[in-house]
T-cell receptor, first 119, second 114 residues
Framework: GAVVSQHPSWVICKSGTSVKIECRSL??????MFWYRQFPKQSLMLMAT?????????EQGVEKDKFLINHASLTLSTLTVTSAHPEDSSFYIC???????????????FGPGTRLTVL | AQSVTQPDIHITVSEGASLELRCNYS??????LFWYVQSPGQGLQLLLK??????LVQGIKGFEAEFKRSQSSFNLRKPSVHWSDAAEYFC????????????FGQGTTLQVKP
């Protein structure tokens, strides 16, 4: 149980275009989803937290107009990188949790990540 | 402030040798502690977690960790390392705030010599 998928696993796009990354919880209801960015040889950097049906909460320094997050259902959250530039190239990882009750209350389950390369 | 420190950025051990990866945390309440492993280009896989109870926790792939409240530590151990254990290891503590955020350490890169 507690499987999280991400799509696509990798994407290459041209500078100035927008890219959407999907994060799905396959076998549980994810009331909360987290989006991370990871640079090579570094730890995960939390970008934003989203609760189903609410606006995402962005960490300090993360441009909310550039990284649009939507969490419209209990199984799907999307991250859209708008007007992507080469400096947005990175590894993006999502995680999901159930903050209502039950065995997943204090855990996060991670997706396999998406490698974004902006040319 | 809540934080996690992994003092060793890079560790090299010989295959078959024992391993200990250090993790120290600063957390105001009773912490929930996690160890994750990440292979190159992959997401995070949970090795083990501590919520309460027995302070020695067994995980997958032969790993274990011991919670020591007095030392604010949650060190990861394995008695005999295999070449396939080479990866990045992250210690995390949570939940932080109402959203359940996790606070991650900087990570430790494990290299295994044949």
């Amino acid at each position: 149980g507690a499987v999280v998928s991400q799509h696509p696993s990798w994407v290459i796009c041209k500078s100035g275009t927008s890219v959407k990354i999907e994060c799905r919880s396959l076998d549980f209801q994810a009331t909360t989803m987290f989006w991370y960015r990871q640079f090579p040889k570094q730890s995960l950097m939390l970008m934003a937290t989203s609760n189903e049906g609410s606006k995402a909460t962005y960490e300090q320094g993360v441009e909310k107009d550039k990284f649009l997050i939507n969490h419209a259902s209990l199984t799907l959250s999307t991250l859209t990188v708008t007007s992507a530039h080469p400096e947005d190239s990175s590894f993006y990882i999502c995680s999901a949790g159930d903050r209502t009750s039950g065995p997943y209350y204090n855990e996060q389950f991670f997706g396999p990540g998406t490698r974004l390369t902006v040319l | 402030a809540q934080s996690v420190t992994q003092p060793d950025i890079h560790i090299t051990v010989s295959e078959g040798a024992s391993l200990e990866l250090r993790c120290n945390y600063s957390y105001g309440a009773t912490p929930y502690l996690f160890w994750y492993v990440q292979s190159p280009g992959q997401g995070l896989q949970l090795l083990l977690k501590y919520f309460s109870g027995d302070t020695l926790v067994q995980g997958i792939k032969g790993f274990e960790a011991e919670f020591k409240r007095s030392q604010s530590s949650f060190n990861l151990r394995k008695p005999s390392v295999h070449w396939s254990d080479a990866a990045e290891y992250f210690c995390a503590v949570g939940p932080s705030g109402n959203t359940g955020k996790l606070i991650f350490g900087q990570g430790t890169t494990l290299q295994v010599k044949p």
